[in-house]
């Protein structure tokens, strides 16, 4: 199974619902000072075709690609500090 047939899942599984998903990554995120990074072209590609519908022309894709590394950050903060604990010779 690839890492986007691990993501299907039905209707009765899903976690965050639409007024959530609205809220958590639909919104306009305040940056102040901003980070280049890359994405592939088929990433961008994709997300551009249905955030203008989804966001209603009312967040960017910059907005919407920085709500969801926030999210994924707190949804796997536990995880993530784990593996950096585990991974670090000196904590900082």
Same mark, same amino acid.
């Given at each position: +199974?690839?890492? +986007?047939?691990? #993501?299907?899942?039905?209707?009765?599984?899903?976690?965050? %619902? /639409?007024? &959530? *998903?609205?809220?958590? *990554?639909?919104?306009?995120?305040?940056?102040? &000072? %901003?980070? /280049? =990074?890359?994405?592939?072209?088929?990433?961008? &590609?994709?997300?551009?075709?249905?955030?203008?519908?989804?966001?209603?022309?009312?967040?960017?894709?910059?907005?919407?690609?920085?709500?969801? #590394?926030?999210?994924? +950050?707190?949804?796997? %903060?536990?995880? =993530?500090?784990?593996?950096?604990?585990?991974?670090?010779?000196?904590? #900082?």
């Amino acid at each position: +199974m690839n890492f +986007m047939e691990s #993501l299907k899942v039905n209707n009765a599984d899903v976690v965050i %619902r /639409q007024t &959530d *998903f609205e809220g958590i *990554f639909l919104k306009e995120a305040k940056i102040k &000072d %901003r980070r /280049q =990074i890359y994405i592939s072209k088929e990433a961008y &590609d994709k997300v551009s075709s249905y955030l203008k519908y989804i966001g209603k022309g009312n967040v960017s894709l910059v907005s919407y690609v920085d709500n969801i #590394l926030f999210h994924h +950050m707190e949804e796997y %903060r536990e995880t =993530i500090n784990e593996l950096y604990n585990s991974n670090i010779s000196t904590p #900082l």
